[in-house]
C-alpha cells in the first residue's frame, strides 16, 4: 500500500532552472495539497486541489503553479526557482475536507536552488 | 504573524517518563486540533486530534489537552519510548473555500534518552 509517492526525494537546482514535482496517490482522495518547510518553521500550504481538474492558491503561492490533470496526481512546477524555494516540500492528500480529517503525507522532496 | 506556536524547538525525556509538548494558538476561531509526528526522512503522520467542545482526548499512551480560554493545548505521551523520539507538529484545522486548511506550528523535537 503505496499512499502518497513523491518525485523525485531530492534534487539541486540552479537559478532559474525549471522543474516539475511529482504527487501521485493511490487511496482515490479528492483532495491534495502541496506544503513547504523551512526551518523554524511549520509547514505552509503553497497550493490544494479539492478535485481533479481544480486548483486553488494557499498561503505561499508565488513562484510555483500547480495541475491535477488527473485524480491520482497533484504537479507542482517551478518555472523559474530561485533560492528562496530552496525547502522541503511535502505532498498531501485527504478523503475529506472537514476539519477531522486526517491529511496522509508523501515522505518529501528536499529541493536545493543554487 | 504566526497563529500557531511551539515555543519549544526540542525537548529530552528519559524513557519511562512523561514527555509533555506544548503549543498556543491566536486565533479563537480555531476549533479543531491536530498532532502530526514526523520522523526523519518522512513525511508527517497523523497522532492524536481535538476538537474544541472537548477539553481532553486520550489515545493509549497519547493525551491532548485543550485550554480554550488559554488558547493553549498539550501533548502527553507516558510512558515515553525511545520510539518516540521525532518531531511533532501541532496544527489548527479550519475548513476555508472547500478545503480543509491546516496551519501548523514549528514543530519540537523530542529526544527520549534510554
Known amino acids: 500500500n503505496a499512499g502518497v509517492t513523491q518525485t523525485p526525494k531530492f534534487r539541486v537546482l540552479k537559478t532559474g532552472q525549471s522543474m516539475t514535482l511529482l504527487c501521485a496517490q493511490d487511496?482515490?482522495?479528492?483532495?491534495m495539497y502541496w506544503y513547504r518547510q523551512d526551518p523554524g518553521m511549520g509547514l505552509r500550504l503553497i497550493h490544494y486541489?479539492?478535485?481533479?481538474?481544480?486548483?486553488a492558491k494557499g498561503e505561499v503561492p508565488d513562484g510555483y503553479n500547480v495541475s491535477r490533470l488527473k485524480k491520482q496526481n497533484f504537479l507542482l512546477g517551478l518555472e523559474s526557482a530561485a533560492p528562496s524555494q530552496t525547502s522541503v516540500y511535502f505532498c498531501?492528500?485527504?478523503?475529506?475536507?472537514?476539519?477531522?480529517?486526517?491529511?496522509?503525507f508523501g515522505q518529501g522532496t528536499r529541493l536545493t536552488v543554487v | 504573524d504566526q497563529q500557531v506556536k511551539q515555543n519549544s524547538p526540542s525537548l529530552s525525556v528519559q524513557e519511562g517518563r512523561i514527555s509533555i509538548l506544548n503549543c498556543d494558538y491566536t486565533?479563537?476561531?480555531?476549533?479543531?486540533f491536530l498532532w502530526y509526528k514526523k520522523y526523519p526522512a518522512e513525511g508527517p503522520t497523523f497522532l492524536i486530534s481535538?476538537?474544541?467542545?472537548?477539553d481532553k482526548n486520550e489515545d493509549g499512551r497519547f493525551t491532548v489537552f485543550l485550554n480554550k480560554s488559554a488558547k493553549h493545548l498539550s501533548l502527553h505521551i507516558v510512558p515515553s519510548q525511545p520510539g518516540d523520539s521525532a518531531v511533532y507538529f501541532c496544527?489548527?484545522?479550519?475548513?476555508?473555500?472547500?478545503?480543509?486548511?491546516?496551519?501548523f506550528g514549528q514543530g519540537t523535537r523530542l529526544t527520549i534518552n534510554p
Open positions: 486565533n479563537s476561531m480555531f476549533d479543531y
Open positions: 498531501a492528500s485527504s478523503y475529506s475536507n472537514v476539519r477531522d480529517t486526517e491529511a496522509f
Open positions: 496544527a489548527a484545522s479550519g475548513v476555508r473555500q472547500g478545503a480543509q486548511k491546516l496551519v
Open positions: 487511496m482515490n482522495h479528492e483532495y
Open positions: 486541489s479539492v478535485g481533479e481538474g481544480t486548483t
Open positions: 481535538i476538537s474544541s467542545i472537548k
